[in-house]
C-alpha cells in the first residue's frame, strides 16, 4: 500500500506538469483550428502525430524511476493522439514514442517491452477512437482506453522482461497506479477537448445572436442604400451594440457617417478618407490594421470592410478600436457580415431605382412580393458557408445577385427562354442549398428551343411549387420543369410531387378578384400570358390532393 501512495502521488505530480503543457497546446490558434476540422487530411494527421509524439515523450522525461522500470504518464499523449486522429496518427504518435522511450539510458529492464508496445497501444487506440466517434461524454470512453492501454504494456512487460519473476513483481507494484493516474490524466484532458468544442459553440452562437440583432435593427436603414438619410443611424446602432470604440462609413473619397469616440484627427463627417481607405476601395479586401506605424494616432486597431456594387468596391464600413483593446474572431466575422449585408442592399437599392423606371404595373406588383426572408435566409446560408465550403459560398453570392437582379431589374418586355430558365435556377440552387436533401429539381428542356415570353414568367410558379408543394411535405419532394415544341406552341410545364391543391381552391389561385398573397404571383403570371398570347393561352393547373400538382402554359410561337 506503501509503494501505491508513493506512485500514486508522484504520478500525480508529474501529471499537473504535463497538464501545463496540455493546456498551452489546447490554446494554441493551429491546435483549435485542427481540432475543429471535420476532415482531416494527410498532413494534419502528421502535425497531429508530432504533436501528440511530443507530448508522448514529456510524459517520459516526467517518469518515476522504479525498480528498473520508468512510471509515467506517455500514455496519455498516445492514446488522445489516436482517439483524436485515428489509428495512423494513434501508430505514428506510438512510434515517436516509442522510439524515444527505447533510446532513454534509464529504465532499462522494461525499455524493450515499451518501445513495443506504445505503438500498438497508439493502433488501438486509434480504433477506439473510431468506435467512439459521435458518441457523448468522450472522456468516459477515454478513461477506459487508458486502462486497456496501460493492462498492454503491463502484458508486454511480462513477455520482454527477464527475469519473469522480477516482471511479475513489478507488474503487481505498478500496475494499478498506473491505470488509475493515466486514465485519470485521459479523461481529464478530453474534458479541456470538450470545453474547446463548448467554447466555439459559444462563441458561434454569440456571434450569430449579435449579428441578427444589429441586423434587426439597422435593416430599415440600409435598404436605402450608401446615400441614406439615416445612415448615421446605422453607425450609431453598430457602435451602441458592439465593442467598438467608433464606426465610420465611407464612399471612394470621404466619411458619409461617424459615431463613437472623438480621435485626435479629427475624423469626421467629410474628412477624406485614410490611405488604409484608399487601399481597401482599390483592392476589393477587407483589410485589419492591428499596428499603426504613425506617431499619436489615436485609433490603435480597425478593421476595413468594402461595400460594393456588383464587383466594384464603392465605399467602405470602418470599425475602430482604442489600444489596448484587440480585435477578436468575433469581431472579423461580424464586420464581413455586415459588409456582405450592406453590399447586398446596396445593390438592391440600386436595382430598385431602376424598377422605379418601369412601366408595367403587374411586373411590379410581382416584384413587391419579393420575401425578405428569402434574402436574409440565403444570406445565413452563405455565412455559414464561408467556413465550411467557401467555393460553395461565392457560387451562392452569385446565384443571389443573379436572382435579384433578373427580379428586379425587368426592363426588359421580352427576354429568351435560356434567359429565364437561368433565372430559375438561380432561385433553385439557393433553395436547395437551404433545404438540402428535401429539394429535387429536374430540367427537362430541349436544347434547340429559341424562344421569347415575358420575364418572371417561370421563377414565381417554381416558387409556388416548393414553397406551398414540396416544403410542406414531410420528406420533400421533386420538381420537373419541362419545356418542349409542339406544332405551332411551345408547352411548358412545372411539376411538384407535393401536397396537391384540393380542386376547390385551383380556381381561386387564378381568379384575381381573391385577394390572396400565395396566389398573387399566380395571377400575375397568368394575367400577362392572357394579355400577350390571348385567353387560350392562359395557366392551366392539374392537381392530385397529398401526392401531385402540374402547372402547364402553352406560349403561341
Request: with cysteine; charged share 25%; net charge neutral.
Amino acid at each position: 500500500m506503501d509503494t501505491y501512495k508513493y506512485l500514486i502521488i508522484n504520478l500525480f505530480s508529474r501529471l499537473g506538469m504535463l497538464f501545463i503543457f496540455a493546456f498551452i497546446l489546447s490554446n494554441l490558434k493551429a491546435t483549435k483550428d485542427l481540432l475543429y476540422k471535420r476532415s482531416i487530411y494527410l498532413k494534419d494527421k502528421i502535425f497531429l502525430s508530432i504533436i501528440f509524439g511530443i507530448f508522448g515523450i514529456i510524459g517520459t522525461y516526467l517518469s518515476v524511476e522504479f525498480n528498473g522500470a520508468l512510471i509515467n504518464t506517455r500514455i496519455v499523449g498516445v492514446a488522445a493522439g489516436g482517439i483524436l486522429g485515428g489509428p495512423l496518427v494513434g501508430l505514428l504518435t506510438g512510434l515517436i514514442a516509442g522510439i524515444h522511450r527505447y533510446s532513454m539510458p534509464t529504465g532499462l529492464f522494461t525499455q524493450t517491452a515499451c518501445a513495443i508496445s506504445v505503438p500498438l497501444e497508439g493502433l488501438i487506440a486509434g480504433y477506439i477512437g473510431i468506435w467512439i466517434k459521435g458518441k457523448k461524454n468522450i472522456w468516459m470512453y477515454a478513461a477506459f482506453t487508458g486502462a486497456i492501454c496501460e493492462s498492454m504494456r503491463k502484458i508486454s512487460v511480462l513477455i520482454f522482461s527477464k527475469p519473469f519473476d522480477q516482471a511479475v513483481n513489478l507488474v503487481k507494484d505498478i500496475w494499478f497506479p498506473m491505470v488509475l493516474i493515466n486514465s485519470i490524466g485521459l479523461a481529464l484532458l478530453f474534458m479541456i477537448i470538450d470545453n474547446l468544442y463548448k467554447e466555439r459553440e459559444k462563441v458561434g452562437a454569440e456571434q450569430v445572436n449579435l449579428s441578427l440583432d444589429i441586423i434587426d435593427k439597422i435593416l430599415p436603414y440600409i435598404r436605402e442604400g450608401l446615400y441614406s438619410e439615416n445612415i448615421e443611424k446605422i453607425t450609431d446602432v453598430i457602435c451602441e451594440m458592439t465593442e467598438f470604440d467608433a464606426v465610420s462609413i465611407t464612399n471612394k473619397e470621404k466619411v458619409l457617417a461617424y459615431s463613437g469616440e472623438k480621435s485626435k484627427e479629427n475624423l469626421e463627417v467629410g474628412s477624406p478618407i485614410s490611405q488604409h481607405n484608399i487601399k481597401v476601395v482599390n483592392t476589393g479586401e477587407m483589410q485589419i490594421i492591428d499596428k499603426q506605424v504613425e506617431k499619436d494616432v489615436f485609433f490603435q486597431y480597425s478593421i476595413i470592410v468594402p461595400l460594393k456594387n456588383e464587383k466594384e468596391t464603392i465605399g467602405t464600413m470602418k470599425f475602430f478600436k482604442l489600444f489596448p483593446k484587440i480585435i477578436t474572431n468575433i469581431d472579423i466575422e461580424t464586420c464581413r457580415g455586415l459588409s456582405k449585408l450592406y453590399s447586398t442592399q446596396i445593390k438592391i437599392s440600386e436595382l430598385e431605382k431602376k424598377s422605379q423606371l418601369l412601366v408595367q404595373t403587374e411586373l411590379k406588383a410581382l416584384q413587391a412580393q419579393i420575401n425578405p426572408h428569402f434574402l436574409f435566409n440565403s444570406l445565413m446560408v452563405i455565412a455559414s458557408l464561408c467556413r465550411t465550403n467557401s467555393v460553395k459560398a461565392r457560387e451562392l453570392v452569385l446565384h443571389l445577385g443573379n436572382y435579384f437582379r433578373k427580379n428586379i431589374s425587368g426592363g426588359k418586355k421580352m427576354i429568351d427562354l435560356s434567359e429565364e430558365i437561368n433565372h430559375v435556377k438561380s432561385y433553385v440552387e439557393i433553395e436547395k442549398a437551404r433545404f438540402e436533401e428535401k429539394l429535387e429539381v429536374e430540367y427537362n428542356v430541349d436544347e434547340n428551343i429559341r424562344f421569347l415570353l415575358p420575364p418572371l414568367t417561370l421563377q414565381p410558379i417554381v416558387e409556388n411549387a416548393i414553397k406551398h408543394g414540396i416544403l410542406k411535405k414531410k420528406n420533400g419532394g421533386k420538381v420537373i420543369i419541362t419545356a418542349k415544341e409542339d406544332d405551332d406552341k411551345i408547352v411548358v410545364s412545372i411539376y411538384d410531387s407535393g401536397v396537391g391543391i384540393e380542386k376547390d381552391k385551383i380556381d381561386n389561385l387564378l381568379n384575381l378578384d381573391i385577394d390572396d398573397s400565395n396566389s398573387i404571383g399566380l395571377n400575375n403570371v397568368n394575367k400577362r400570358l392572357s394579355y400577350i398570347y390571348g385567353d387560350k393561352y392562359s395557366l392551366k393547373i392539374n392537381s392530385e390532393l397529398n401526392n401531385w400538382t402540374e402547372v402547364i402554359m402553352e406560349l403561341a410561337k
